[in-house]
Nanobody
Framework: QVQLIESGGGLVQAGGSLRLSCAVS????????MGWFRQAPGKEREFVAT????????SYADSVKGRFTISRDNAKNTVFLQMNSLKPEDTAVYYC?????????????????WGQGTQVTVSS
């Protein structure tokens, strides 16, 4: 079983920054593509960013492109989401997810393991 533990959420003013972390309990971390998703109140969960397991190639939702950066430290089994220029509409619970195989994916159903989520609140 793979466990994912997110941290780094909180309350921030619009225009501010936060860095989310997700620690993964698997030695073969490099064999997993990773993704970040979010769910705002009353809305469905949506894709935010993904990173492949080997080359570290990335993809982003249009709504966060240029503001958010996904990265990974394979030595520490951790994936990060750096969020800059935050907007009130970024308020959501952010989930980390792991996908068996190294290819990144924007599709929620292609992920096998999920964290418990961390709340991000952006005030105006």
């Amino acid at each position: 079983q793979v466990q994912l533990i997110e941290s780094g959420g909180g309350l921030v003013q619009a225009g501010g920054s936060l860095r989310l972390s997700c620690a993964v309990s698997r030695r073969t971390f490099i064999n997993y593509a990773m993704g970040w998703f979010r769910q705002a109140p009353g809305k469905e969960r949506e894709f935010v960013a993904t990173i492949s397991g080997n080359l570290g190639t990335t993809s982003y939702a249009d709504s966060v492109k240029g503001r958010f950066t996904i990265s990974r430290d394979n030595a520490k089994n951790t994936v990060f989401l750096q969020m800059n220029s935050l907007k009130p509409e970024d308020t959501a619970v952010y989930y980390c997810a792991a996908r068996s195989g190294t290819s990144r994916s924007t599709r929620e159903y292609e992920y096998d393991y999920w964290g418990q989520g961390t709340q991000v609140t952006v005030s105006s």
